[in-house]
């Protein structure tokens, strides 16, 4: 991480707890981009993380309120936070498993409360933190150790559940194009409304050790191909099953 | 000083309410400025009165997609700064345990109301019960203490909510209302006091929020928004909140703190009421609703010449098992009448010594009657 991004960080912090490669990290580092960029208060921030690799972006690193709750549950307790305390601005950050499994119904209620939630998933389509695991994102076919012979299931498109649930911003950007995805989580923070950024953050570990993706840099060619950038207005076209449309998809 | 003397901010003097309107006034004289939850009989009364009358007082009110979530959001709420609650019955208490966990383990200020029906499962859903005592201290995973208090009455649903708020901030624990549907929709005269004792948590700024130098202490408890920097986390954590997930003596002295802390503070905590205990040959321990047939029963074998008292416990956790080896010392036998297949009568026994303990239990979905217990004690003599 830049030097300048420091100050966001405690102190006691020395080095990120992800892998090397691990997308969590450029996530964390562009989410700190945009929080300097909008020159966000961060006496006045929460952040708010459920649990799994991604759950640790803001906890214990980032220098300001952290609630790092149970599996699942972010969300949740995001909404009573910023319920009871309105002035806050609460950022929630957790992986896909996290927000969109344990967690899915919390995600698709807060988004058709419309509550002033920024809500940020770092999706590496799988179960990190637990060995590698079938996520609910996990594309059809893939490798995963709950799925050796292939996902047989759909996965979910976030951006058309949380769009569908009626979350009035929503964004997909990718760790290979963080300049967009700075602009995505900009955007997102400054809302005033509730809003959802689904963040594409590959995992070499879990991920590319199973689906011949042998090193990081592997990883990052494939998700860059699988990512078409700027899908203006529209969310992926039907069946375009191996293709990922970032961008921002708002009416 | 954190107890206070305050107006009580609902009507005072002498009214006539329900035992769920009682706890939501209840929780209103105590400060409470969030309530989220989710309906369910017998305790959505509670949920709805909140959703009436908080918001206009300052607070907010947010209906959750289901009870864990509620328990999540009230637990988010108390680290905003708000005293917070939520209210369900067994079905929803079951869906609250993980967080239930999580409060106990980052020592959230939170109060869970448990208006208790028939169970297990969805059991008959408006029907009375008092299956959950060991649900709410035990239902967690790992060890840990609540506060659970058991209302008699229509006034105790009001004035036990306001002393689990006081307990819950005091001493940043979870601390439970464990009602029945039978008080719960009782309705009867109640006397609202015009003031309050009122416990507002302690917070030193820039203290450790999760640590002190007592084996038993309770540390000062901030809140967000407050530029303390709070990391807040359910992993094994240092005085300032840092993850210690290696450790052994991390762990060791945290889980030990979270239960002395409220161990140690027994003497304080407990609550109870006797009658005509001094002379009393068998001991009735009753609870909740059951005191009060419990009640009746004594004293009309007291009219018979039956040398029979009423040891009615207030507070349920921390159990109070001092007082049941106190009391046992001068009784012959006790009989432990409940709504459940004798959960309180496994803790009376452990504690009464060689006094012969009787198990009175009913699981039909109604309340027990006088009669019923009368023929207990006569079949003990
Ligand atoms: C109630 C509960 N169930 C299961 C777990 C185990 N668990 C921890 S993290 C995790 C998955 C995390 O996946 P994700 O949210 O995608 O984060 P990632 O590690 O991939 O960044 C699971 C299943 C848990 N902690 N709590
Ligand atoms: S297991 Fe995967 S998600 Fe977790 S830190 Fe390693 S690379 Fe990142
Ligand atoms: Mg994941």
Known sequence: MARSMEKYLRPEVQTTPFCPGCGHGVLMGSLLRAIDQLGLDMKNTLFVSGIGCAAWIPSPNFAADTLHTLHGRAVAFATGAKAANPELKVIVISGDGDLASIGGNHLIHAARRNLELTVICANNMIYGMTGGQMAPTTPQGHLTATSVTGNPYRPFDLVKLVKGAGAPYVARGAVTRPYELIGYLKKAIASPEFAFVDVLSPCPTQYGRRNKLDSAGAMYERLRGLCQSEAQGACAPEGAEDTLQLGEFND | ?381
């Not at chain 2, 009913?362 to 009657?369: A, F, M, P």
Request: negative net charge; proline residues 6%.
């Open chain 2, 1 to 381: 000083m954190p107890l206070t003397t305050v107006t009580n901010p609902v009507k005072a003097g002498s009214r006539y309410l329900s035992g769920n309107d009682a706890a939501a006034e209840g929780a209103i004289a105590a400060g409470c400025r969030y309530y989220g939850g989710y309906p369910i009989t017998p305790s959505s009364e509670i949920m709805e009165y909140m959703s009436r009358e908080l918001v206009p007082r300052g607070g907010a009110f947010m209906q959750m997609e289901d009870e864990i979530a509620s328990i999540s959001s009230v637990v988010g709420a108390s680290w905003s700064g708000a005293k917070a609650m939520t209210a369900t019955s067994g079905p929803g208490l079951s869906l609250m345990q993980e967080c239930l966990g999580y409060a106990a383990f980052t020592e959230t200020p939170v109060v869970l109301v448990d208006v208790q029906r028939a169970g297990p499962c969805t059991g008959q859903a408006t029907k009375v019960g008092a299956g959950d005592i060991m649900a709410v201290k035990w239902g967690s995973h790992g060890d840990y203490q609540v506060v659970a208090l058991s209302p008699w009455s229509v006034q105790e649903m009001f004035s036990l909510t306001v002393e689990a708020f006081n307990l819950a901030e005091r001493l940043r624990v979870p601390a439970f209302l464990l009602a029945e549907e039978a008080t719960g929709h009782l309705r009867e005269r109640v006397d609202l006091p015009e003031t309050l004792e009122i416990y507002d948590r302690d917070y030193v700024p820039k203290q450790p929020p999760f640590g002190c130098d007592q084996a038993d202490g309770i540390p000062s408890m901030p809140g967000f928004g407050m530029g303390e920097n709070l990391l807040v986390t359910g992993s094994t954590h240092d005085q300032w909140g840092f993850r210690k997930t290696e450790g052994p003596a991390f762990h060791d002295s945290l889980v030990r703190r979270l239960s002395q802390k409220v161990l140690s503070r027994k003497a304080e905590i407990c609550r109870h009421e006797g009658y005509y205990l001094d002379d009393a040959e068998l001991v009735v321990v009753a609870y909740g609703f059951t005191a009060r047939a419990a009640l009746r029963a004594v004293r009309q074998a007291r009219q018979e010449g039956l040398a029979v008292g009423l040891l009615r416990l207030i507070t349920i956790w921390p159990f109070d098992d001092e007082l049941i080896t106190r009391v046992a010392e001068g009784a012959k036998g006790f009989l432990v009448p409940e709504m459940n297949l004798g959960q309180v009568d496994g803790l009376v026994r452990s504690a009464a010594g060689d006094t012969p303990v009787k198990s009175l239990t009913q699981v039909n979905g109604s309340t027990i009657s006088p009669a019923s217990i009368m023929a207990a004690l006569k079949e003990m003599r």
